[in-house]
């Protein structure tokens, strides 16, 4: 308690205001009181809002792993296609074949975008049954063309479309039920801007149809108990209350700036950090037209000691920067630029980095 | 934001001490970064005491039923024998079957213990390869005999002892490792008396071999993850820090009192409400002798208005006690007195609930 505020400019967690902090302190109440299917039923059209979608929206306390594989285990009955380009959506066909489901893999390099004639390709084969898309691949700082992908998606209606929004969902317009997204999940510790805890995930009915005739699926990430629950503005499970609560609170914020100013927002502060990179002769990690707009990865073209430049931010301004996913660290580095932080701030980053830069 | 703060003396959520929010306020850090894991680090030594055990404790970002899951799905090769005396032990065998495992239930009354010579009765036809026993039943307010079951248990060498502590855990001393339990479980926020979010586990070497011989453990709440992750001093997925925060504040609490004298106070507030039930002519509902130490499920043999009774609480004193669980509503009300609460405030709470009573 009595170590300095390091400031996080990592893609995740982000930096959590005070006034979330202080929405999530509000006294406990009684997860099957009407306390709490008030605060639930409250949230709920925010949420779809939000996400647009007319889907229920579920809660679950867990990080968003806990919903990415309770999508294989409740959808996946012949085999699930992983679309990889990255540490995260690489991990998912591993985890797809833990849950004991048949999986295979749409692989790119890192820092590639998965097309949608890949998937095409794939999908024309008649093996799958579902499909995983990370759309903002958190590891190398890239967007996946999510739009594209969903036009070949719906040409095979008995493929579930799954996809990770995590380091995506709420800093821009991801239009779910117009894509015919069956599942759309996140965690709320990234561009939501609150404290790791709660995932929170959008499911189409075909999906809970489809969830129906699958066996073992399990209790705490049953697609059909949250459902059930849903119905009575209740989770399954007793729930991160705190989160909740912090969870409402940002809905309210973000209603009040305003979803296309908080995406205009969003698009700024990319713009001005791949600015920044380029005008100090860095090259950005990810093929070109593909950026991230929630974190920028640098690719370290320049052969700079990374973490000597992260220790420099964080001993001189404590800020933390990150300094490059698996094996790709120290060849690249991640700015994060989502959640509260704004142009100004972002800015002020680039100051800093300008000048420990200077220092290596 | 601006209704009333209601006191909660039902049986979880507890309420929670501002001190504890504040502690859970701090700043975010990364989950994969030094900071982490010293935190985790610093945890680790004071979980085994307060658990009595020197096997790892894990912690998982989820509700104790997740746990509750894991645990069948990590162990259960054959069939579990699930021990059924109340809501929540009941509910386990069909979380057992939903994972797709052999389970059967040794299943008392309600308000009637699980008792070692059952037990022994159904573990000797050597079906069986794990048992799952709720401890401390929270809708019955009903402690089972934990010593002398698991006495019962230590002659089955493969069978995996798994123990739901859920509302009991830090309220009274609970050995494990000489009880010779597998997997200690409980959230916390019962007698921690944290918010929802996070449960705590310990798991025995031979459980985490176990785990090695079973397939389709999935991800989120693979045991050997949990270890791998462990030796690290991280956890498989990205946890709730403020929850962490949280642990780490209340076990330092937990030491300035000592256990011994937290355990008292628990027996204090427990008799004090024993008593005062009595004093007013109630019965309780659990089998004399098997009363829960952190609440009190008192039968409602005066066939009062237990509704209208909780009402008048609410109202006139703004605290909140439980109504009944499920088919014992009406016919039974149940009082907490666990967590930061003090044979005072029970005291206190008694006062009000003898006022309301002459009210109805």
Known sequence: MTKPHIKLFIPGP????????????????????????????????????????????????????????????????????????????????????????????????????ILPEMVDAKLKTGQFDAITLVHNETST???????????????????????DCVSSMTALKIDTDA???????????????????????????????????????????????FKANHDKNMTPSTPSIPHIYGLNFKLDQFAKEGLDNRYARHRKMAQKTRDWAKANGFELFPKAGYESVTLTCVKNNKNIDVSKLQKALKDKYKVLIDGGYGPIKGKSFRLAHMGDETPETVGQLHTMLDDCLKSL
């Open 179 to 225: 894509l015919g997204i069956d599942v759309l999940l996140a965690g709320v510790q990234k561009a939501w801007a609150m404290p790791p805890g709660l995932a929170v995930f959008a499911v189409s009915d075909r999906a809970l149809k489809r969830a129906e005739t699958i066996p073992a699926r399990g209790y705490y990430f049953d697609f059909l108990e």
């Open 14 to 113: 982000v930096e959590v205001s005070e006034d979330t902090f202080q929405a999530m302190s509000q006294p406990m109440i009684g997860h099957r009181g009407s306390g709490f299917q008030d605060l639930y039923a409250a949230i709920q059209p925010k949420l779809r809002q939000v996400l647009y979608t007319k889907n229920p929206v579920f809660l679950s306390t867990s990080s968003a792993w806990g919903v990415m594989e309770a999508s294989v285990r409740n959808l996946v009955a012949k085999k699930v296609l992983n679309c990889c380009c990255g540490a995260f959506s690489d991990k998912w066909l591993d985890v797809s074949q833990r849950c004991g489901k048949q999986a295979e893999a749409l692989k790119v390099e890192w820092g590639q975008p």
């Open 141 to 163: 700082g890239l967007m996946n063309p999510l739009a594209e992908i969903a036009q070949v998606v719906k040409k095979y209606p008995d493929v579930m479309f799954v996809v």
